[in-house]
């Protein structure tokens, strides 16, 4: 971590929004809305329309006050009021990385933590969104996996990511305004904190809402969900998100993987690598990505990489070589550039691409697989704080 690097961080004090216990509008698929306004007395043949400009009003404007939706009657906006809100995470704190990079540490109900990474790039910009709290599975070099789980994410909580992103980046559009070409938030990636196939319908309730041509609007092609193998919900994430796929696979053996991936023990290779075979939407254009950590020593042998290749052969992919980015305490090495390179090389020549990914926004701990460190960090300087004062 470079300590001069031109960190800054806004705490921002958003006033916590006072818990009312009315159901949230954010979160809710169409359906949900639907039965919700009926129960509250609308017309079922009125839902439709209402719902449509709710929906307009809530995720193609951005707007969070029920007296902006200024299309809808007063008795109507006055009923919502009564009955709704709309509510977001609070963004706690704010950081910019020297190279464009923003990591935002955002607080859920019940006070806990998790963090969201927006990666600006040259005409695209991709946002990292957390599925969970911590992680339930133990993935040997990952630093979320030494955290407890403490909750899954609720859809609102995964959609209010990307939400408060487009705030701070200004993205919502102005009325009246031609809408700019070119995103800054064009991409979604589901490679935060957290199993998002252990959270399946929140995770899928939340990208229909990003997917929704009468609001967010990303296709599902610029989402990409991340797993480290939950076989059964493989086939499920094809028929009900339809989003690309991108698999933590990082060994070539099973005797690797079931120490690096401990899900693995669960699914092995050849059951996991079947169901990416079936996984229906593949195709030249729809590859699926391989997630691929490099380990020195472990996993960056030239026999690794032409068993990758061997392993894969068939499957449409790109294989996504990922430096390991060091924790305190790991216990694990990154591999050296030259064992990086010469690893691509081999599967550059089988006939993938391989990139290597560049870590991005290191100095404020918001590359892959550091994104615990700085939340139980502040977790624990707090609690050492909360410990001298109740002792004083
Ligand atoms: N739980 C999901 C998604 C989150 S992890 C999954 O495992 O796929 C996102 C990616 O970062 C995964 O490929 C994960 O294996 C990788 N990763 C975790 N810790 C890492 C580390 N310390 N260095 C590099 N990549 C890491
Ligand atoms: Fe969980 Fe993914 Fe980390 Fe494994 S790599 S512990 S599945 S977040």
Redesign the pocket.
């Known amino acids: 971590m470079d300590a001069t690097a031109p960190i800054t961080q806004d705490v921002m004090t958003i006033p916590r929004k006072v818990e009312t216990g009315l159901p949230n509008l954010v979160g809710m698929s169409r359906e949900q809305m639907k039965a919700a306004l009926i129960e509250r007395g609308i017309a079922e043949k009125q839902t439709k329309m209402r719902i449509s400009q709710i929906w307009a009003w809530l995720y193609h404007w951005g707007v969070r006050d029920f007296g902006e939706m200024t299309n809808l009657s007063k008795d109507f906006r006055a009923m919502l009021e009564e009955n709704f809100v709309i509510a977001l995470p609070e963004v706690v704190t704010r950081q910019v990385s020297d190279d464009g990079t923003r990591k935002y540490l955002i607080r859920i109900a019940g006070g806990h933590e998790v963090e969201v990474v927006y990666i600006p790039e040259k005409d695209r910009g991709t946002l990292?969104i957390s599925?969970q709290v911590g992680?339930t599975?133990t993935?040997s070099?990952?630093?979320?996996?030494t955290q407890k789980l403490v909750r899954n994410l609720t859809a609102a909580e995964i959609i209010g990511q990307v939400m408060l992103a487009r705030d701070d980046l200004g993205e919502w559009p102005v009325p009246g305004q031609p809408v700019e070409d070119g995103r800054l938030l064009s991409n979604v990636?589901?490679?935060?904190?957290?199993?998002?196939l252990y959270n399946f319908e929140n995770v899928r309730d939340a990208m229909k809402i990003a997917m929704d041509p009468e609001g967010i609007q990303l296709s599902r092609r610029r989402i990409t969900l991340?797993?480290?193998?939950v076989v059964p919900e493989i086939a499920r994430t094809a028929e009900e998100i339809g989003c690309l796929l991108?698999?933590?696979?990082?060994a070539t053996t099973d005797e690797v993987r079931d120490k690096l991936?401990p899900i693995n023990k669960k699914w092995n290779l050849e059951v996991l690598l079947q169901s990416l075979r079936d996984y229906p939407k593949v195709s030249n254009s729809e590859r699926i990505t391989f997630?691929y950590?490099m380990l020195h020593g472990v996993n960056d042998s030239d026999e690794d990489a032409h068993r990758l290749v061997k392993l894969i052969e068939g499957i449409p992919a790109k294989i996504?070589l990922?430096?390991?980015?060091?924790?305190p305490g790991?216990p694990?090495t990154r591999s050296s550039n030259n064992r990086i390179r010469a690893f691509a090389e081999i599967i550059h020549n089988a006939g993938y691409a391989s990139p290597i990914?560049k870590?991005r926004g290191e100095d404020i701990m918001a590359?892959?697989?550091?994104l615990k460190s700085e939340t139980e960090r502040a977790r624990k300087s707090r609690a050492q704080i909360e410990a001298e004062t109740g002792g004083a």
């Open positions: 990292c599925s992680c599975l993935c070099f990952c630093h979320t996996g990636v589901l490679m935060g904190m957290g199993e998002p991340s797993t480290s193998g991108a698999i933590s696979f990082h991936v997630e950590v996504n990922i430096p390991f980015n060091e924790w790991a694990y990914r870590p590359a892959c697989g550091q």
